[in-house]
């Protein structure tokens, strides 16, 4: 009987002993998720941040397209867009300075 009590306990020990070990073990797994999901969040708000600061330009840009477009000098501005892009009107005459002036 002596012998079947010190063998239960032995093995209620060791037990004891893989059960804590199984709970260690879960810390530090649970710990490095918690780790890795900070991390996540914080890049993740940098490129919050950099969206919506992106955003705002575009609403920006287009507040002022929406202003041009409403307004009387539109013609003018489209225009001067297709100057930018190198167009010409029809009956236009474009010299070039190949001369390379300095």
């Known amino acids: ?9 032995e093995n ?4 004891s002993a893989i059960v804590l070990a199984g709970l260690v073990v879960m810390f530090f797994i649970c710990g490095g998720i918690i780790a890795s999901q900070y991390s996540d969040i ?5 490129q919050e941040a950099a969206y919506t600061a992106q955003l705002q330009a575009q609403n ?3 507040a002022k397209l929406e202003q041009i477009l409403d307004s009387d000098d539109r013609d003018e501005y489209i225009e001067q ?3 930018e892009k190198g167009y010409v009107k029809s009956d236009e005459i474009v010299f070039y300075d190949v001369a390379g002036s300095k």
């Open 1 to 9: 009987m002596a012998k079947f009590l010190r063998s239960l306990k």
């Open 12 to 15: 209620k020990r060791a037990r």
């Open 42 to 46: 914080s890049r993740l708000k940098k």
């Open 60 to 62: 920006a840009e287009n």
């Open 81 to 83: 867009k297709a100057r």
